[in-house]
């Protein structure tokens, strides 16, 4: 069955350093997103991706996060400058359509020190 | 600002057991109310329901979608240990597709 990848599972950084996270869709997939997961919160939107630009952003993708499609399978995530609340679960998701399920990938813990 | 609830937010019950849990809503422009079941990482898509489809069933589980309230019920009969998870509800509204608010989950624990 077709999934989401995303690799690394699990990254830790010191404060302030640039992190790449890293997510292969479901090769048909058109409609590309980014989630995150406070450790006890609930799931966030962060972004939304789609003909190769952002469709949607929340107030919490700010100037410091980028995503990028740069290539035709791969879809990342940068944070630029780290901080200690950035610390999360890291999600990614495609979906066929705009009207269709979200699946998921497995995630990329962050562990900012 | 959209808002999700999920009720209750844990629920221990034995194998065998049925399970009903709820999710209440609140969003803009209403398009679709998602369930998901996690276990360790990943969030895992049990239903998807719309105004063109309010009910769903996939072998023990079930799903409703109450347009009126605003609110979804999902039902687990005979549950067994492996039924043990965080079940997530999430709504799509607003302007853009995909964009989820999520609820903050009921975790459920089936003892044997």
């Known amino acids: 069955e077709p999934e989401v990848t995303q690799t690394p599972s699990h990254q830790v950084t010191q404060m302030g350093q640039e992190v790449i996270l890293r997510c292969v869709p479901i090769?048909?997939?058109?409609?590309f997103y980014w989630y995150r997961q406070i450790l006890g919160q609930k799931v966030e939107f962060l972004v939304s991706?789609?003909?190769?630009?952002?469709?949607?952003k929340s107030e919490i993708f700010d100037d410091q996060f980028s995503v990028e499609r740069p290539d035709g399978s791969n879809f990342t995530l940068k944070i630029r400058s780290t901080k200690l609340e950035d610390s999360a679960m890291y999600f990614c998701?495609?979906?066929?359509?705009?009207?269709?399920?979200?699946?998921f990938g497995e995630g990329s813990r962050l562990t900012v020190l | 600002e959209d808002k999700v609830v999920q009720s209750p937010l844990s629920l221990v019950v034995h194998e065998g057991d049925t399970v009903t849990l709820n999710c209440s809503y609140e969003?803009?422009?209403?398009?679709?109310l998602l369930w998901y079941k996690q276990e360790k990482k990943a969030p895992t898509f049990l239903f998807m329901l719309t105004s063109s489809g309010i009910e769903k069933k996939s072998g023990r589980l079930s799903s409703i979608l109450d347009k009126k309230e605003l609110s979804s019920i999902l039902n687990i009969t005979a549950t067994q240990t492996g039924d043990s998870a965080i079940y997530l509800c999430a709504v799509g509204g607003g302007t853009s597709y995909g964009k989820l608010t999520f609820g903050q989950g009921t975790i459920l624990t089936v003892h044997p």
């Open positions: 090769s048909n997939h058109l409609y």
């Open positions: 991706f789609y003909n190769n630009e952002i469709s949607e």
């Open positions: 969003v803009t422009n209403f398009r679709s």
């Open positions: 998701a495609s979906s066929p359509d705009s009207i269709g399920e979200l699946f």
